[in-house]
T-cell receptor, first 112, second 117 residues
């Protein structure tokens, strides 16, 4: 079952603009991760934020986490055509399995 | 190691046939996970191994599914008597033990796309 939902389901922007995706989840977490998936391919890990962290940066990525609202957001700044992909948030509930529960994803289209 | 390798990339099979997929994880990773992803959805957890031990199986994993990881290296996922509902992308991922190293996420393979006709 999916842990939560992502919003929007689809997003179309022009190169150079910022893209913001939101993720909501339902249960307590150990950490939350964001992944990118190009069409028909596997997932690539982008960034991980622990439950005791509120914000994290990695290059053009900025992730926030609000555990009181059970929500997270991913901001991609100065987007490029190569950022076109589906983006998934995934929650890790911790021990023992540390398995990930994924959201439904946001399809990002970046046009020239 | 160049990452997680999955074979085959694509598999088309007739309903009722058995299929087997292979996953070669990053060699130093002791955890291996299988996920299933249907079109337009996020991946769903199937099962995971810590070394050679299979420690958890999802309710999604019916009796027709079996997974192994002999000697804690590569893993296989077998589906017996395939059904059209089994059509999906099957993803394998590996990681170090997240409770002994700083958590940094999984490394996924490119997946095996199964089509049951």
């Amino acid at each position: 079952s999916q842990q939560g939902e992502e919003d929007p389901q689809a997003l179309s922007i022009q190169e150079g603009e910022n893209a913001t995706m939101n993720c909501s989840y339902k249960t307590s977490i150990n950490n939350l991760q964001w992944y990118r998936q190009n069409s028909g391919r596997g997932l690539v890990h982008l960034i991980l934020i622990r439950s005791n962290e509120r914000e994290k940066h990695s290059g053009r990525l900025r992730v926030t986490l609000d555990t009181s609202k059970k929500s997270s957001s991913l901001l991609i700044t100065a987007s490029r055509a190569a950022d076109t992909a589906s983006y998934f948030c995934a929650t890790d509930a911790g021990r023992p399995a540390s398995k990930l529960t994924f959201g439904t994803g946001t399809r990002l289209q970046v046009t020239l | 190691d160049t990452g997680v390798s999955q074979n085959p990339r694509h598999k088309i099979t007739k309903r009722g046939q058995n299929v087997t997929f292979r996953c070669d994880p990053i060699s130093e990773h002791n955890r291996l996970y299988w996920y299933r992803q249907t079109l337009g959805q996020g991946p769903e957890f199937l099962t995971y191994f810590q070394n050679e031990a299979q420690l958890e199986k999802s309710r999604l994993l019916s009796d027709r599914f079996s997974a192994e990881r002999p000697k804690g290296s590569f893993s296989t996922l077998e589906i017996q008597r395939t059904e059209q509902g089994d059509s999906a992308m099957y993803l394998c991922a590996s990681s170090l033990d997240p409770y002994r190293t700083p958590a940094y996420g999984y490394t996924f393979g490119s997946g095996t796309r199964l089509t049951v006709v």
